[in-house]
Protein backbone atom coordinates (compact mmCIF):
# COMPACT_ATOMS: atom_id res chain seq x y z
CA UNK A 1 0.00 0.00 0.00
CA UNK A 2 1.06 3.00 -0.75
CA UNK A 3 2.43 5.82 2.15
CA UNK A 4 1.13 8.73 0.80
CA UNK A 5 -1.89 8.85 0.05
CA UNK A 6 -4.84 11.05 0.34
CA UNK A 7 -6.89 11.40 3.76
CA UNK A 8 -10.55 9.52 2.94
CA UNK A 9 -13.53 11.83 1.99
CA UNK A 10 -10.92 13.87 0.66
CA UNK A 11 -9.87 14.06 -3.58
CA UNK A 12 -7.46 15.66 -6.65
CA UNK A 13 -8.80 17.64 -9.05
CA UNK A 14 -6.25 17.04 -11.69
CA UNK A 15 -6.43 19.66 -14.70
CA UNK A 16 -9.24 19.18 -16.28
CA UNK A 17 -11.85 18.77 -13.23
CA UNK A 18 -9.87 21.67 -12.13
CA UNK A 19 -11.27 23.41 -15.03
CA UNK A 20 -14.66 22.14 -14.51
CA UNK A 21 -14.86 23.64 -11.09
CA UNK A 22 -13.52 26.73 -12.19
CA UNK A 23 -16.13 26.87 -14.85
CA UNK A 24 -19.13 25.14 -12.50
CA UNK A 25 -17.99 28.58 -10.07
CA UNK A 26 -17.65 31.11 -13.00
CA UNK A 27 -21.31 30.81 -13.75
CA UNK A 28 -22.71 30.89 -10.32
CA UNK A 29 -20.13 33.77 -9.79
CA UNK A 30 -21.73 35.87 -12.98
CA UNK A 31 -24.76 35.19 -11.95
CA UNK A 32 -24.99 35.75 -8.91
CA UNK A 33 -23.71 39.22 -9.52
CA UNK A 34 -26.01 39.97 -11.89
CA UNK A 35 -28.67 39.74 -9.23
CA UNK A 36 -26.46 42.67 -7.22
CA UNK A 37 -24.52 39.80 -4.51
CA UNK A 38 -21.08 40.72 -4.04
CA UNK A 39 -18.11 38.22 -2.78
CA UNK A 40 -16.88 38.08 0.58
CA UNK A 41 -13.81 35.83 1.65
CA UNK A 42 -13.80 35.06 5.48
CA UNK A 43 -11.02 32.04 6.97
CA UNK A 44 -11.70 28.95 6.50
CA UNK A 45 -11.22 28.51 10.38
CA UNK A 46 -12.70 30.70 13.31
CA UNK A 47 -13.27 29.99 16.99
CA UNK A 48 -15.12 26.96 17.77
CA UNK A 49 -17.98 29.33 20.01
CA UNK A 50 -18.84 30.68 16.23
CA UNK A 51 -20.87 27.17 14.84
CA UNK A 52 -22.06 26.08 18.61
CA UNK A 53 -23.81 29.16 18.53
CA UNK A 54 -24.84 29.39 15.28
CA UNK A 55 -25.28 25.51 13.43
CA UNK A 56 -25.90 24.56 16.67
CA UNK A 57 -25.34 22.41 19.75
CA UNK A 58 -27.94 19.88 18.76
CA UNK A 59 -27.20 19.63 15.10
CA UNK A 60 -25.00 16.43 13.79
CA UNK A 61 -22.51 18.50 12.18
CA UNK A 62 -21.59 20.55 15.96
CA UNK A 63 -21.92 16.51 17.22
CA UNK A 64 -20.00 14.67 15.06
CA UNK A 65 -18.87 16.53 11.80
CA UNK A 66 -16.24 19.06 13.19
CA UNK A 67 -12.69 19.31 12.70
CA UNK A 68 -11.51 21.33 15.76
CA UNK A 69 -8.22 21.56 17.29
CA UNK A 70 -6.68 23.32 20.03
CA UNK A 71 -4.08 26.28 18.41
CA UNK A 72 -0.80 26.69 20.29
CA UNK A 73 -2.58 29.59 21.91
CA UNK A 74 -4.66 27.45 23.40
CA UNK A 75 -7.91 28.10 21.69
CA UNK A 76 -10.31 25.79 20.13
CA UNK A 77 -10.30 26.70 16.37
CA UNK A 78 -12.87 24.57 13.83
CA UNK A 79 -12.31 24.28 9.93
CA UNK A 80 -15.55 25.83 9.05
CA UNK A 81 -17.82 23.18 8.14
CA UNK A 82 -20.41 25.79 6.47
CA UNK A 83 -20.34 29.14 5.15
CA UNK A 84 -23.15 30.81 6.76
CA UNK A 85 -21.65 31.57 10.43
CA UNK A 86 -18.31 33.15 8.95
CA UNK A 87 -20.23 35.48 6.75
CA UNK A 88 -22.38 36.43 9.44
CA UNK A 89 -19.75 36.31 12.34
CA UNK A 90 -17.82 39.01 9.56
CA UNK A 91 -21.35 40.92 8.57
CA UNK A 92 -21.55 41.84 12.51
CA UNK A 93 -17.91 42.28 12.95
CA UNK A 94 -17.33 44.51 10.65
CA UNK A 95 -20.39 46.62 11.20
CA UNK A 96 -21.05 45.87 7.67
CA UNK A 97 -24.89 46.33 8.79
CA UNK A 98 -24.12 50.35 9.79
CA UNK A 99 -24.75 50.77 5.69
CA UNK A 100 -27.95 49.77 5.84
CA UNK A 101 -28.30 49.58 2.20
CA UNK A 102 -30.77 46.45 3.22
CA UNK A 103 -30.64 43.77 2.08
CA UNK A 104 -27.04 43.30 2.18
CA UNK A 105 -25.91 40.93 -0.54
CA UNK A 106 -23.14 38.48 -0.09
CA UNK A 107 -22.03 35.17 -1.72
CA UNK A 108 -18.57 33.18 -0.85
CA UNK A 109 -17.06 30.50 -2.32
CA UNK A 110 -15.06 27.93 -0.84
CA UNK A 111 -13.84 24.94 0.99
CA UNK A 112 -15.98 23.64 3.98
CA UNK A 113 -15.09 20.61 5.87
CA UNK A 114 -17.23 17.91 7.84
CA UNK A 115 -15.67 14.29 9.58
CA UNK A 116 -19.06 12.38 7.71
CA UNK A 117 -18.89 8.84 6.13
CA UNK A 118 -17.56 9.00 2.74
CA UNK A 119 -19.73 7.59 -0.37
CA UNK A 120 -20.47 8.60 -3.48
CA UNK A 121 -21.05 12.13 -3.93
CA UNK A 122 -20.59 12.84 0.12
CA UNK A 123 -16.81 14.16 1.00
CA UNK A 124 -14.88 15.86 3.73
CA UNK A 125 -13.79 18.35 2.15
CA UNK A 126 -16.13 20.00 -0.42
CA UNK A 127 -16.56 23.41 -1.61
CA UNK A 128 -19.32 25.15 -1.45
CA UNK A 129 -21.25 28.50 -3.53
CA UNK A 130 -23.65 30.21 -0.69
CA UNK A 131 -25.49 33.18 -1.07
CA UNK A 132 -26.61 35.42 2.20
CA UNK A 133 -29.74 38.12 1.80
CA UNK A 134 -29.19 40.24 4.95
CA UNK A 135 -31.64 42.55 6.34
CA UNK A 136 -34.66 42.24 5.03
CA UNK A 137 -37.57 40.19 5.42
CA UNK A 138 -40.28 39.38 2.75
CA UNK A 139 -41.45 36.09 0.49
CA UNK A 140 -40.30 37.75 -1.93
CA UNK A 141 -36.54 37.53 -0.88
CA UNK A 142 -37.70 33.92 -0.22
CA UNK A 143 -38.47 33.33 -3.59
CA UNK A 144 -35.98 35.60 -4.77
CA UNK A 145 -33.19 33.37 -3.85
CA UNK A 146 -35.03 30.00 -4.91
CA UNK A 147 -35.50 32.08 -8.55
CA UNK A 148 -31.34 32.35 -8.30
CA UNK A 149 -30.54 29.20 -7.17
CA UNK A 150 -32.93 27.53 -10.26
CA UNK A 151 -31.68 30.11 -12.55
CA UNK A 152 -28.02 29.21 -11.84
CA UNK A 153 -29.21 25.51 -12.74
CA UNK A 154 -30.52 26.34 -16.04
CA UNK A 155 -27.63 27.97 -16.77
CA UNK A 156 -25.68 25.43 -15.86
CA UNK A 157 -27.61 23.48 -18.45
CA UNK A 158 -29.02 21.02 -15.50
CA UNK A 159 -32.97 21.01 -16.48
CA UNK A 160 -34.02 18.01 -14.24
CA UNK A 161 -34.23 19.11 -10.35
CA UNK A 162 -36.90 19.57 -8.09
CA UNK A 163 -37.25 22.13 -5.23
CA UNK A 164 -38.68 20.92 -2.24
CA UNK A 165 -40.22 23.40 0.02
CA UNK A 166 -41.26 23.53 3.78
CA UNK A 167 -41.87 26.47 6.86
CA UNK A 168 -40.78 25.22 10.07
CA UNK A 169 -42.48 28.63 10.98
CA UNK A 170 -41.35 31.56 13.50
CA UNK A 171 -39.83 30.76 17.21
CA UNK A 172 -42.81 30.15 18.73
CA UNK A 173 -44.09 27.81 16.26
CA UNK A 174 -41.10 25.69 16.61
CA UNK A 175 -41.16 25.54 20.20
CA UNK A 176 -44.60 24.37 20.14
CA UNK A 177 -43.83 21.63 17.57
CA UNK A 178 -40.85 20.41 18.99
CA UNK A 179 -42.24 19.70 22.29
CA UNK A 180 -44.96 17.91 20.68
CA UNK A 181 -42.11 15.51 19.30
CA UNK A 182 -40.84 15.28 21.91
CA UNK A 183 -43.80 14.22 24.01
CA UNK A 184 -44.45 11.44 20.44
CA UNK A 185 -41.74 10.28 20.86
CA UNK A 186 -41.23 9.92 25.09
CA UNK A 187 -43.16 6.35 24.68
CA UNK A 188 -41.24 4.80 21.73
CA UNK A 189 -37.39 6.55 22.63
CA UNK A 190 -36.15 2.72 23.26
CA UNK A 191 -36.54 1.86 19.19
CA UNK A 192 -35.00 4.46 17.98
CA UNK A 193 -30.81 4.86 17.52
CA UNK A 194 -28.37 5.87 20.22
CA UNK A 195 -28.49 9.85 18.14
CA UNK A 196 -32.16 9.99 18.59
CA UNK A 197 -32.30 9.66 22.15
CA UNK A 198 -29.77 12.36 22.71
CA UNK A 199 -31.45 14.36 19.71
CA UNK A 200 -34.95 13.76 22.15
CA UNK A 201 -33.44 15.49 24.97
CA UNK A 202 -31.66 18.19 22.95
CA UNK A 203 -34.08 19.20 20.06
CA UNK A 204 -36.45 16.54 18.52
CA UNK A 205 -36.96 18.11 15.82
CA UNK A 206 -33.30 16.47 14.34
CA UNK A 207 -35.33 13.03 14.66
CA UNK A 208 -36.85 13.58 11.68
CA UNK A 209 -33.56 13.44 9.49
CA UNK A 210 -32.05 11.38 11.03
CA UNK A 211 -30.01 9.07 8.79
CA UNK A 212 -30.80 5.71 10.42
CA UNK A 213 -34.59 6.57 11.81
CA UNK A 214 -35.56 9.16 9.17
CA UNK A 215 -37.37 6.57 7.01
CA UNK A 216 -39.33 4.62 9.66
CA UNK A 217 -42.95 4.87 10.31
CA UNK A 218 -43.24 6.19 13.76
CA UNK A 219 -40.86 8.87 11.83
CA UNK A 220 -43.21 9.74 9.39
CA UNK A 221 -46.57 9.66 11.59
CA UNK A 222 -45.00 12.14 13.89
CA UNK A 223 -46.90 15.62 13.94
CA UNK A 224 -46.47 17.93 11.15
CA UNK A 225 -45.08 21.40 11.29
CA UNK A 226 -48.21 22.61 9.44
CA UNK A 227 -50.37 21.93 12.23
CA UNK A 228 -48.30 24.15 14.39
CA UNK A 229 -47.18 27.49 12.31
CA UNK A 230 -48.50 30.61 13.16
CA UNK A 231 -50.96 32.27 11.30
CA UNK A 232 -48.16 35.08 10.16
CA UNK A 233 -45.92 31.93 9.24
CA UNK A 234 -48.38 30.37 7.19
CA UNK A 235 -49.14 33.40 5.45
CA UNK A 236 -45.51 34.26 4.72
CA UNK A 237 -45.12 30.17 3.63
CA UNK A 238 -48.35 30.70 1.73
CA UNK A 239 -47.07 33.98 -0.16
CA UNK A 240 -43.38 32.54 -1.24
CA UNK A 241 -45.42 29.68 -2.87
CA UNK A 242 -47.42 32.49 -4.67
CA UNK A 243 -44.27 34.05 -6.09
CA UNK A 244 -42.72 30.60 -7.45
CA UNK A 245 -45.69 29.61 -8.77
CA UNK A 246 -45.84 32.99 -10.80
CA UNK A 247 -42.69 31.66 -11.81
CA UNK A 248 -43.33 28.32 -12.35
CA UNK A 249 -41.04 27.48 -10.28
CA UNK A 250 -40.80 22.66 -10.41
CA UNK A 251 -41.59 22.48 -5.95
CA UNK A 252 -43.25 20.26 -3.97
CA UNK A 253 -44.18 20.92 -0.33
CA UNK A 254 -42.28 18.48 1.65
CA UNK A 255 -43.67 18.65 5.82
CA UNK A 256 -40.91 16.75 6.49
CA UNK A 257 -38.12 18.91 5.78
CA UNK A 258 -36.77 20.22 8.59
CA UNK A 259 -32.84 20.91 7.48
CA UNK A 260 -30.05 19.96 9.93
CA UNK A 261 -28.55 23.42 11.09
CA UNK A 262 -30.24 25.06 13.96
CA UNK A 263 -30.49 28.63 12.93
CA UNK A 264 -33.48 28.20 10.20
CA UNK A 265 -36.93 29.87 10.69
CA UNK A 266 -39.65 30.25 8.29
CA UNK A 267 -39.14 28.88 4.79
CA UNK A 268 -36.55 25.83 3.99
CA UNK A 269 -35.75 24.24 0.86
CA UNK A 270 -33.33 22.14 -0.59
CA UNK A 271 -33.09 21.26 -4.34
CA UNK A 272 -32.60 17.49 -5.62
CA UNK A 273 -31.19 16.55 -9.47
CA UNK A 274 -31.49 14.00 -11.55
CA UNK A 275 -29.44 13.16 -14.60
CA UNK A 276 -30.50 12.92 -18.23
CA UNK A 277 -31.02 8.94 -17.23
CA UNK A 278 -33.03 9.72 -14.07
CA UNK A 279 -30.23 8.76 -11.92
CA UNK A 280 -30.81 10.29 -8.32
CA UNK A 281 -28.21 13.12 -7.59
CA UNK A 282 -29.54 13.66 -4.13
CA UNK A 283 -29.51 17.07 -2.54
CA UNK A 284 -27.48 19.71 -4.52
CA UNK A 285 -28.26 23.23 -2.68
CA UNK A 286 -29.99 23.47 0.25
CA UNK A 287 -31.04 26.91 2.35
CA UNK A 288 -33.47 28.91 3.95
CA UNK A 289 -34.60 31.90 6.08
CA UNK A 290 -32.51 32.37 9.34
CA UNK A 291 -33.79 35.62 11.19
CA UNK A 292 -32.21 34.69 14.48
CA UNK A 293 -28.66 34.10 13.81
CA UNK A 294 -27.43 37.89 13.21
CA UNK A 295 -29.03 38.80 16.81
CA UNK A 296 -27.38 36.31 18.16
CA UNK A 297 -23.56 37.28 17.00
CA UNK A 298 -24.24 40.23 19.04
CA UNK A 299 -25.51 42.36 16.03
CA UNK A 300 -28.64 44.16 15.71
CA UNK A 301 -31.88 42.16 15.06
CA UNK A 302 -32.00 41.77 11.39
CA UNK A 303 -33.99 38.80 9.09
CA UNK A 304 -31.80 36.81 6.55
CA UNK A 305 -31.87 34.04 4.62
CA UNK A 306 -29.59 32.04 1.82
CA UNK A 307 -28.48 29.05 0.50
CA UNK A 308 -25.41 26.89 -0.71
CA UNK A 309 -24.51 24.84 -3.66
CA UNK A 310 -22.51 21.33 -3.29
CA UNK A 311 -19.86 22.09 -6.20
CA UNK A 312 -18.87 18.79 -6.38
CA UNK A 313 -22.10 17.04 -6.91
CA UNK A 314 -23.04 19.59 -9.13
CA UNK A 315 -19.40 18.46 -11.08
CA UNK A 316 -20.50 14.89 -10.70
CA UNK A 317 -23.90 15.46 -12.62
CA UNK A 318 -22.59 17.42 -15.10
CA UNK A 319 -19.86 14.86 -15.89
CA UNK A 320 -22.28 12.24 -16.66
CA UNK A 321 -24.51 14.71 -18.52
CA UNK A 322 -21.90 15.23 -20.56
CA UNK A 323 -21.94 19.05 -20.30
CA UNK A 324 -18.28 19.96 -20.13
CA UNK A 325 -17.36 19.09 -23.89
CA UNK A 326 -17.66 22.72 -25.40
CA UNK A 327 -14.84 23.80 -22.54
CA UNK A 328 -12.45 21.33 -23.06
CA UNK A 329 -8.99 23.02 -22.94
CA UNK A 330 -7.06 24.31 -26.14
CA UNK A 331 -4.30 26.49 -26.75
CA UNK A 332 -3.68 28.53 -29.60
CA UNK A 333 -0.17 27.72 -31.35
CA UNK A 334 2.21 25.27 -30.45
CA UNK A 335 5.93 25.86 -31.70
CA UNK A 336 7.74 23.00 -32.98
CA UNK A 337 11.43 23.04 -33.08
CA UNK A 338 12.90 20.64 -36.01
CA UNK A 339 16.87 20.76 -35.09
CA UNK A 340 18.78 21.91 -31.81
CA UNK A 341 20.32 24.66 -34.07
CA UNK A 342 16.96 26.53 -34.04
CA UNK A 343 16.24 26.33 -30.50
CA UNK A 344 16.84 29.86 -29.25
CA UNK A 345 14.87 31.21 -32.48
CA UNK A 346 12.11 28.58 -31.63
CA UNK A 347 12.03 29.91 -28.35
CA UNK A 348 12.32 33.93 -29.58
CA UNK A 349 9.37 33.41 -31.19
CA UNK A 350 6.70 31.46 -28.89
CA UNK A 351 8.14 34.34 -26.37
CA UNK A 352 6.88 37.03 -29.21
CA UNK A 353 3.59 35.16 -29.77
CA UNK A 354 2.82 34.82 -25.96
CA UNK A 355 3.32 39.53 -24.95
CA UNK A 356 1.49 39.53 -28.26
CA UNK A 357 -1.18 38.09 -26.19
CA UNK A 358 -1.31 34.45 -28.22
CA UNK A 359 -1.59 31.40 -25.99
CA UNK A 360 1.75 29.40 -27.05
CA UNK A 361 3.80 26.35 -25.80
CA UNK A 362 6.99 24.99 -27.09
CA UNK A 363 8.92 21.42 -27.21
CA UNK A 364 11.68 21.77 -24.98
CA UNK A 365 12.69 18.52 -25.46
CA UNK A 366 13.65 18.07 -28.91
CA UNK A 367 11.35 15.43 -29.75
CA UNK A 368 10.84 13.41 -32.80
CA UNK A 369 8.34 15.57 -35.12
CA UNK A 370 5.64 12.33 -35.04
CA UNK A 371 6.03 13.02 -31.00
CA UNK A 372 5.41 16.65 -31.27
CA UNK A 373 2.47 16.37 -33.45
CA UNK A 374 0.93 13.68 -30.80
CA UNK A 375 1.44 16.38 -28.25
CA UNK A 376 0.10 18.72 -30.86
CA UNK A 377 -3.10 17.05 -31.04
CA UNK A 378 -3.33 15.93 -27.04
CA UNK A 379 -2.96 19.54 -26.16
CA UNK A 380 -5.63 20.69 -28.97
CA UNK A 381 -3.53 23.36 -30.40
CA UNK A 382 -4.93 24.94 -33.04
CA UNK A 383 -1.64 26.08 -34.93
CA UNK A 384 1.38 23.83 -35.17
CA UNK A 385 4.33 26.77 -35.71
CA UNK A 386 7.47 24.44 -37.71
CA UNK A 387 10.79 25.97 -37.39
CA UNK A 388 13.52 24.43 -39.51
CA UNK A 389 17.04 25.60 -40.39
CA UNK A 390 15.40 26.58 -43.88
CA UNK A 391 13.04 28.93 -41.73
CA UNK A 392 15.20 30.15 -39.31
CA UNK A 393 17.57 31.57 -42.04
CA UNK A 394 15.38 33.22 -44.02
CA UNK A 395 13.65 34.90 -40.47
CA UNK A 396 10.27 32.87 -41.37
CA UNK A 397 7.98 30.14 -39.94
CA UNK A 398 5.98 27.53 -41.35
CA UNK A 399 1.69 27.81 -39.75
CA UNK A 400 0.23 24.26 -39.99
CA UNK A 401 -3.65 24.45 -39.05
CA UNK A 402 -4.38 21.60 -37.25
CA UNK A 403 -8.12 21.57 -38.25
CA UNK A 404 -7.60 22.38 -41.87
CA UNK A 405 -3.95 20.60 -41.81
CA UNK A 406 -3.40 23.81 -45.18
CA UNK A 407 0.31 24.74 -44.01
CA UNK A 408 2.18 27.81 -44.97
CA UNK A 409 5.63 29.75 -45.06
CA UNK A 410 5.39 33.51 -43.81
CA UNK A 411 7.85 35.78 -42.63
CA UNK A 412 7.84 36.01 -38.42
CA UNK A 413 6.94 39.83 -38.98
CA UNK A 414 3.81 38.33 -40.70
CA UNK A 415 3.10 36.00 -37.93
CA UNK A 416 0.86 37.82 -35.55
CA UNK A 417 -1.51 39.53 -37.81
CA UNK A 418 -1.65 36.58 -40.33
CA UNK A 419 -2.93 34.30 -36.93
CA UNK A 420 -5.00 37.50 -35.89
CA UNK A 421 -7.01 36.47 -39.45
CA UNK A 422 -7.13 33.14 -38.61
CA UNK A 423 -8.78 33.42 -35.35
CA UNK A 424 -10.87 35.55 -37.04
CA UNK A 425 -12.06 33.46 -40.06
CA UNK A 426 -12.30 30.80 -37.70
CA UNK A 427 -14.67 32.02 -35.14
CA UNK A 428 -16.86 33.71 -37.83
CA UNK A 429 -17.70 30.06 -39.07
CA UNK A 430 -18.02 28.25 -35.93
CA UNK A 431 -20.98 31.57 -35.30
CA UNK A 432 -22.45 30.75 -38.40
CA UNK A 433 -22.57 27.10 -37.59
CA UNK A 434 -23.56 27.42 -34.08
CA UNK A 435 -26.36 30.39 -34.07
CA UNK A 436 -29.60 28.82 -33.19
CA UNK A 437 -32.93 29.76 -34.41
CA UNK A 438 -34.18 30.21 -30.85
CA UNK A 439 -34.20 34.20 -31.27
CA UNK A 440 -31.73 34.01 -28.56
CA UNK A 441 -29.38 34.67 -31.33
CA UNK A 442 -26.13 34.57 -29.07
CA UNK A 443 -23.46 32.00 -29.69
CA UNK A 444 -22.47 31.70 -25.79
CA UNK A 445 -26.35 30.46 -25.40
CA UNK A 446 -25.43 27.11 -27.11
CA UNK A 447 -21.54 26.59 -25.80
CA UNK A 448 -20.70 25.86 -29.23
CA UNK A 449 -21.98 22.87 -29.28
CA UNK A 450 -25.59 23.44 -30.66
CA UNK A 451 -27.71 22.55 -28.14
CA UNK A 452 -29.25 25.33 -27.07
CA UNK A 453 -30.50 25.60 -23.13
CA UNK A 454 -33.18 28.42 -24.02
CA UNK A 455 -34.99 25.43 -26.01
CA UNK A 456 -34.90 23.19 -23.28
CA UNK A 457 -37.13 24.74 -20.60
P1 LIG B 1 -25.86 21.94 3.72
O1 LIG B 1 -24.93 23.00 4.17
O2 LIG B 1 -25.78 20.68 4.53
O3 LIG B 1 -27.22 22.42 3.49
O4 LIG B 1 -25.33 21.49 2.28
C1 LIG B 1 -25.52 22.24 1.12
C2 LIG B 1 -25.10 21.39 -0.07
O5 LIG B 1 -23.74 21.03 0.08
C3 LIG B 1 -25.83 20.07 -0.17
O6 LIG B 1 -27.05 20.21 -0.86
C4 LIG B 1 -24.85 19.22 -0.93
O7 LIG B 1 -24.94 19.46 -2.30
C5 LIG B 1 -23.53 19.73 -0.45
N1 LIG B 1 -22.96 18.85 0.59
C6 LIG B 1 -23.24 18.83 1.92
N2 LIG B 1 -22.49 17.91 2.56
C7 LIG B 1 -21.71 17.34 1.61
C8 LIG B 1 -20.68 16.33 1.62
N3 LIG B 1 -20.29 15.74 2.75
N4 LIG B 1 -20.08 16.02 0.45
C9 LIG B 1 -20.44 16.64 -0.71
N5 LIG B 1 -21.39 17.58 -0.79
C10 LIG B 1 -22.01 17.94 0.36
Known amino acids: ?40 RTPIFEHTEVFLRSVGESSDIVNKEMYTFTSRGERSLTLRPEGTAGVIRAFVEQKVYAQQDYPYKAFYVGPVFRYERPQAGRYRQLHQFGIESIGTRTPFIDAEIILMACHMLNELGVHHYRVKINSIGDELSLNNYRKALQEYFAPMISTLCEDCHR ?31 SKESQQYFDQTLQVLNDYQVPYEVDDRLVRGLDYYTDVVFEIEAEDHEGNSFGAICGGGRYDRLVKEFDGPELPAAGFAFGIERL ?96 QVDELVPYLAEQFAACEEETEHEHTCDCGHGDHDCCHGEGDCHHHQH
Open 315 to 410: LLLLEKDEAFNSIEREIETYVMPLESTVFQYAFDVMMHLRLQGIQSDMDYGMRSIKAQFKTVDRKRAQFAILIGTAEMEQQQVTVKSNATKEQKTI
Open 199 to 229: RHEQNALRILDCKIDGDKEIVKNAPKIADFL
Open 1 to 40: MAIYHLPRGTQDFLFERTRRLEYIESVLRDLAESYGYAEI
